[in-house]
């Protein structure tokens, strides 16, 4: 931001977010959203709009769309309109996608963005709508051709319209995060982004700092990761910039960000409304929904991220930092709280999730879905670390057993193992007495006030006993032990 104070330029960003909705099938026809098919094997004539064909509107699109609205806080459309946007594209057989455009089944709401400064940010959102997907051009596959794949047409679409109120890429990426969140939160979406189910148009200009109305924006299509998005921003940012500074103006285009060049190009000039022709779909009525359903939708919605990570501070007395962390996502927040839970102990439990747990998934690059301790396992290794019953160091040894296969239940294998903490001072003063005893030279210079030499002891203890010894009680009698006057 001091950057742009400088250069005396303000950055402006509106996001639309495509999300696709995790229905099974496809929003006016019963072909399967399923990703990953053989290319156009899941595209009936439905979604090709072939002639004579009727679509019947996919009823679970509703409370998906219906909950998202709650969760922003938006005024839910009780009456929402489908209408067709008329356009020509390959990937688009029937020449018109179906939208909503006059009457949205969102309208309104707001997000509150948590940016990385830990300062947080209200960005409001202008509507949310259902429509449908289009399909797929291949590029790469075909040499001077492309090819078309239909499956991903009719897939369900929640298109989230953000009003220009972002000020710089972080921001925007913090903002699409948000609502990423949201969306796998309430399993409105699967959220794959590697998949295309949540795809990001960025909507950027700039002005003089100061100036009272909008510069004239690009809209960059398509940005599929967040870190794309971050650059595809910046780099249209420079680029404005540059042009307005040597004197020329921004037209108003469509872009395409390309990651291996880190750069956007033009795509095509920017359509107006009337260039779409616009008009409500004759073939399906306006959608009505009552009060009951939205309320029904409303009891059915899990806690949503901002209201877990203040109760993961509250009522587990985390760090904001691990709050935030463990809220990230749903799978990570029930695995985590399904832990400490069990443990008895919810701030040893994010300690153990986060660098543990979070470092051996990261290493082996597998998701928190994908662990192979579940989340009780964990919690039943961490009350016996807190009952005393095993050391740290030992527990991390049990944790490794558990990954590997090689322990299921942990306190069979704790006893099996014999790897029970040894805290009984009547087994642990002879051991201590001996090691002082072998080591005279390092007491004395203990004694004489190098008392760093304590965690030589104490290490020496631990060695000894197999990390099996309580260490704070070694500390204690190690301690006693020294001070004690040279026999
Ligand atoms: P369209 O439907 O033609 O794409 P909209 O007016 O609906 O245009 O805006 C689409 C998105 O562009 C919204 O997210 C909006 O916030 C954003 N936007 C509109 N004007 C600007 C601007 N001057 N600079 C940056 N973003 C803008
Ligand atoms: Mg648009």
């Not at 939208?99 to 089944?105: A, E, F, G, L, V």
């Amino acid at each position: 931001m001091t950057e742009q104070a400088e250069s005396g330029w303000e950055t402006v960003i509106g996001l639309e977010i495509h999300v696709q909705l995790n229905t099974r099938s496809k929003i006016f026809s019963g072909a399967s959203t399923q990703f990953g098919a053989e290319p156009n094997s899941q595209a009936c004539a439905i979604d090709l709009g072939m002639p004579g064909v009727l679509p019947v509107v996919n009823a679970a699109v509703f409370p998906k769309a219906v909950a998202f609205g709650l969760g922003v806080g938006a005024e839910i459309g009780m009456t929402s309109v489908f209408d067709r946007k008329n356009y020509f594209y390959p990937d688009l057989p029937k020449g018109y996608q179906i939208t909503q455009m006059d009457y949205p089944i969102v309208r309104g709401g707001k997000v509150d963005v948590l940016l990385p400064s830990g300062i947080t940010k209200t960005v409001r959102l202008t509507r949310a709508h259902l429509e449908e997907d289009a399909g797929k051009s291949l590029h790469e596959e075909f040499q001077g051709a492309t090819g078309i794949d239909l499956n991903r047409a009719g897939t369900p679409l929640l298109e989230i319209v953000s009003e220009p109120e972002m000020s710089s890429a972080v921001e925007a990426v913090a903002y699409a995060r948000t609502i990423h969140q949201l969306v796998t939160y309430l399993d409105v979406s699967d959220g794959d982004m590697s998949q295309g189910s949540f795809r990001c148009d960025a909507n950027v200009s700039v002005r003089r700092i100061g100036t009272p109305d909008l510069g004239t924006r690009t809209e960059t299509k398509n940005v599929n990761s967040f870190r794309f998005l971050e650059r595809a921003i910046d780099f249209e940012v420079a680029r404005q910039i540059q042009i307005l500074e040597g004197g020329g103006r921004i037209i108003q285009e469509t872009r395409l960000y390309d990651p291996d060049k880190d750069e956007t190009r033009p795509m095509r000039s920017k359509e107006t409304a009337t260039d779409y022709r616009y008009f409500p779909e004759p073939d399906l009525l306006p959608v009505v929904i009552n009060e009951k359903f939205v309320a029904d939708v409303r009891a059915t919605m899990p806690e949503l991220p901002a209201a877990r990570r203040q109760r993961f501070e509250s009522q587990f007395k985390l760090s904001n930092d691990d709050a935030t962390f463990l809220s990230s996502s749903l799978p990570l927040a029930k695995y985590f709280e399904q832990a400490g839970q069990t443990a008895e102990d919810f701030r040893l439990a994010a300690n153990w999730v986060r660098v543990e747990l979070l470092g051996m998934l990261n290493k082996q690059g597998l998701d928190i879905g994908e662990s192979l301790i579940s989340a009780t396992q964990l919690g039943e290794l961490l009350r016996r670390i807190k009952d005393g019953t095993i050391s740290g160091k030992i527990g991390k040894s049990i944790f490794d057993a558990l990954w590997a296969g090689d322990a299921t239940s942990v306190d069979e294998y704790i006893e099996s193992h014999g790897l029970r903490q040894v805290s009984d001072s009547d087994t642990l003063t002879p051991i201590i007495e001996k090691i002082i005893n072998d080591n005279t030279q390092q007491a004395e210079q203990y004694r004489s006030g190098k008392t760093k030499l304590l965690g030589f002891f104490v290490g020496q203890v631990m060695k000894e006993t197999g990390g099996k010894a309580n260490p704070q009680q070694v500390n204690d009698l190690v301690k006693t032990a020294l001070d004690q006057a040279p026999p």
